[in-house]
C-alpha cells in the first residue's frame, strides 16, 4: 500500500535503498585501474576480434573484461563499416566465468556482434579465473569466504556488484563504446532443477 501511494521515481528511490541495506558495500569509491591489456588477438572459431583487460577495482581486487567485437562476415562488414562510431555494449556476468559462458553461448555472443554490439565479458569476483570453486555446501571455500565478509558487515553479492559497476563504469570512459546504449546479461551454466526438488542444503 505504501509503495501504491508513492511515484515510480520514489518506488526505484526505495528499492534502492532496502538493497542498499541487504547487500552491504556495493558501490565502487574510486575508478577501477587497468593493470594489465593483453594485445589484441583473433578468435580462430568464431573470427571475433579479443581484448582482455585487468581491472583493480580495490587494492588486490582484479576483475577481467573480455571484449569480443566481430571483425568479418556479411553482417559484420556492416559493424566494420561502422567502426568509428560507438558500438553498444552487452556486459555479461556468470558464476561459470567468461570462458564458459563464451563456450556455451557463442551462437548468440556472435549473433550480437555482427549486429554492431561490444559483448564484455566480466569476471567479478569469486568467478571465471578468480573463481572459489564449485563447491556450495557448508565447508566449501565459497561458503568460507561468503561467511567472512558477512561477518564484516558486507556480502559476496554486493561486492560482486561493485565490481560490476567498476567495470561498467571503466567501459563508459571508453571512446569507441556508447555507455547510453547499454545491456546487462546474466547467466548460469548450471541446468534448471528437476521438479519438484527438495534441497538438502540451502542454495547459497
Excluded: Y
Aim: hydrophobic share 35%; aromatic share 2%.
Amino acid at each position: 500500500k505504501q509503495l501504491l501511494a508513492q511515484s515510480p521515481e520514489q518506488r526505484r528511490e526505495a528499492a534502492r535503498r532496502t538493497w542498499s541495506e541487504l547487500l552491504g558495500r556495493s558501490a565502487p569509491t574510486s575508478p577501477a585501474q587497468v593493470v594489465r591489456q593483453d594485445p589484441d588477438s583473433t578468435d580462430a572459431t568464431s573470427g571475433l576480434n579479443i581484448r582482455r583487460t585487468v581491472l583493480e577495482v580495490e587494492p588486490k581486487i582484479p576483475v577481467v573484461v573480455v571484449e569480443l567485437t566481430s571483425r568479418g562476415g556479411a553482417e559484420g562488414k556492416d559493424a566494420a563499416n561502422r567502426s568509428a562510431e560507438k558500438r553498444p555494449i552487452v556486459v555479461a556476468v556468470s558464476q561459470g566465468g567468461s570462458t564458459l559462458f563464451a563456450k556455451q553461448r557463442a551462437a548468440e555472443i556472435r549473433q550480437l556482434c555482427d549486429q554492431g554490439f561490444a559483448v564484455c565479458l566480466v569476471d567479478v569476483r569469486g568467478t571465471g579465473e578468480t573463481s572459489l570453486g564449485d563447491d556450495r555446501g557448508r565447508g566449501g571455500r565459497a561458503t568460507s569466504v561468503s561467511s567472512s565478509h558477512l561477518m564484516l558487515d558486507e556480502t559476496l553479492l554486493g561486492l560482486r556488484l561493485l565490481d560490476l559497476r567498476s567495470a561498467l563504469t571503466w567501459l563508459g570512459t571508453r571512446p569507441d563504446l556508447d555507455a547510453k546504449r547499454v545491456i546487462v546479461w546474466g547467466d548460469s551454466p548450471s541446468a534448471p532443477l528437476d521438479t519438484p526438488t527438495m534441497p538438502i542444503v540451502p542454495h547459497l
